[in-house]
């Protein structure tokens, strides 16, 4: 495919470029002759407000994975990729509510940390490996490789070239600033993402609409795509590409129903509530109120985001379906060979970028993108350089580091990472979706993250060891159903393996003696009822999954035992710390008042479920 990039374009993204560069190195300046500080460099000094701590997570978590990857997914799939988007909004809720605010109250800097201080330091080193395994070989992977695929097919750069210059780009002033200089500039990138990004996905559908304006592109696409409009996929209603030169069962992406009542949930709670380059940002708000409505004002955008990537293509499924090569020859005034085609999903958004975004305006996309792409790398480089700092090299190697030593620590380990994604990123370019490939095998932890996360927050029963073997056993647990049921879609596996780490901790933490006293032990009869309430709501539900299972099969139905585990977990969790004399001896004391939320929050909260809900209403099959 040919450049798609002309003099103006190019001029418009370096001068993107340029601005991202300088406001980086400008708001993370310090005086001459003075060291940052570790809270400086890794936290910001907990200076943001609300509406940085929003933008700094939307502009973290969108990236190529969502403007190129999701709108693949889009392009192959349909509206139903935008699950991950619209559940997360919920998601976000609860993190806001029952999550970050312990975290603030107890002074974290990482997600290790919390482990360290709830549980011990083996716990703490067995999830920081696991992150830094998922941001290096995973994360900084996809995402500069993603980026590199969209700047080989609209300005010509080869993909190697393009993985390594936005690994640098990105790491000039994530490396230097620090999260100071990743979060204000995020402020700046999210404006532009959004901005580049619904005129892309206008262009495209007044494209699909015969240039009638955008409404008439969308009941185009609606009518021409209409099985790319349905949110619960059963199992064979539609087949797409599985990059091997063959066809695969939709399904196998998302199963039917599992996406609101399976393991969706843990992919969004232990995305959003307990991965570090994201949670970081609500980390380093100036106060839990603030962090509070940061994320609600993230929920909101989070809604937006389908607009903004799966549409565009849907759209391009439909320009290429519908529309002969002439038809589109004659609609951009270019003959044929020029136009392209897409040989597979991914290659959908810079396809649309490259033939329907005019010149100049094209080189704003293109800078959304970009922003889209190197506000992720930033905070992934930021939050690898975190981790392995203040969880491994302090703990391990320089217990008395000074912040001089934290610091260079940092960037060392930044610049180390950088490289090891450099050299394993191309070799990504066989897959059709990496959005799916990023979702499967990020979810090979997920299940033991918020198994032990939330159990760590609020159940005084479970212990060190019983952390410790969940951990151990996430991964190999998922190996091995992976190999069972090789056939099975990764978001029903995930729920099998929450539920057998749910039984596991709850085996080895009932199982071992306590030596606390717990403090809540005969009060609060209202969490007692509650807690026998979510024992036979998630009883009657798993009653239901055995009734429904074989009739409904198809639709996934099978990821109400997940759902089931967790309601009876949760009353597991209320009855035992109410009923029970003892506890484990480092189980957390909470403050009850860190959840209360004030009438903003609750309304803004409400009008998330509402619009969600409504969006799946419309959208349902």
Sequence with gaps: MNSGFSTLDYIVFIIYGLTIVTIGLYVSRTKQGVQKTAQEYFLADKSLTWWAVGASLIAANISAEHFIGTSGSGFAIGLGIAAYEWIAAIALIIVAKYFLPVFLDKGIYTMPQFLSQRFNRSVSTAFAVF??????????????????????????????????????FSGIYSIYGGLEAVAWTDVVQVIVLIGGGLM????????????????AGLSTIFKS???????????????????????????QDLPGVAVILGAMWLTNIGYWGFNQYIIQKGLAAKSIKEA????????????????????????????????????????????????????????????????????????????????????????????????FTMDIYRTYFNPNANNKQLVNTGRIVAIVAL???????????????VFQYIQEYTGYIYPGVVAVFCMGLFWRQITANAALWTAIATIPAGIVFKIVYPEMPFILRMGYVFIVLCFLASVISFSEKKTGIN??????????????AFMIFGLILAVLGLI??????????????????????????????????????????????????????????????????????????
């Design 131 to 168: 992150w830094l395994l998922v941001y290096v070989f995973v994360n900084l992977t996809s995402v500069s490789y993603l980026g590199a695929l969209a700047m080989e097919k609209i300005m010509g750069i080869p993909l190697l070239y393009g993985i390594i210059g936005l690994l640098i």
């Design 200 to 215: 892309t996905t206008f262009l495209a559908l007044d494209a699909v609409g015969d240039g009638n304006g955008v409404f």
């Design 225 to 251: 795509g209409r099985d790319h409009f349905s949110m619960i996929i059963p199992q064979g209603q539609l087949m797409i590409s599985n990059g091997e030169g063959g066809l695969k069962d939709a399904y």
């Design 292 to 387: 509070k409505k940061g994320l609600i004002f993230a929920g909101y955008l989070k809604i937006l985001i389908p607009l903004l990537v799966v549409i565009p293509g849907i759209a391009a499924y439909v320009l290429i379906n519908d529309f002969s090569p002439e038809k589109l020859s004659l609609m951009l005034n270019v003959p044929v060979e020029q136009i392209g085609t897409i040989e597979k999903s991914d290659e959908a958004y810079p396809w649309l970028l490259k033939n329907f975004v005019p010149a100049g305006f094209r080189g704003l996309a293109f800078a959304a993108l970009a922003a889209a792409i190197v506000s992720s790398l930033a905070s992934m480089i930021n939050s690898t350089s975190t981790i």
């Design 419 to 433: 490289l090891i994604a450099m050299s394993i990123a191309p070799k990504l370019s066989t897959l059709d979706q």
């Design 519 to 532: 403090p809540n032990y005969g009060k609060n009869q209202g969490i007692l009822i509650t807690g026998y």
């Design 548 to 621: 429904l299972f074989e009739p409904f099969q198809y639709l996934g139905i099978e990821s109400i035992f997940m759902l089931a585990t967790l309601f009876v977990m949760l009353g597991i969790i209320l009855f035992t710390n109410t009923r029970m004399k003892t506890s484990d001896e480092k189980a957390y004391e909470i403050n009850p008042e860190l959840f209360n939320t004030a009438t903003p929050f609750n309304l803004g909260a409400a009008g998330i479920v509402l619009i969600v809900g409504m969006l799946y209403y419309f959208f349902w099959m």
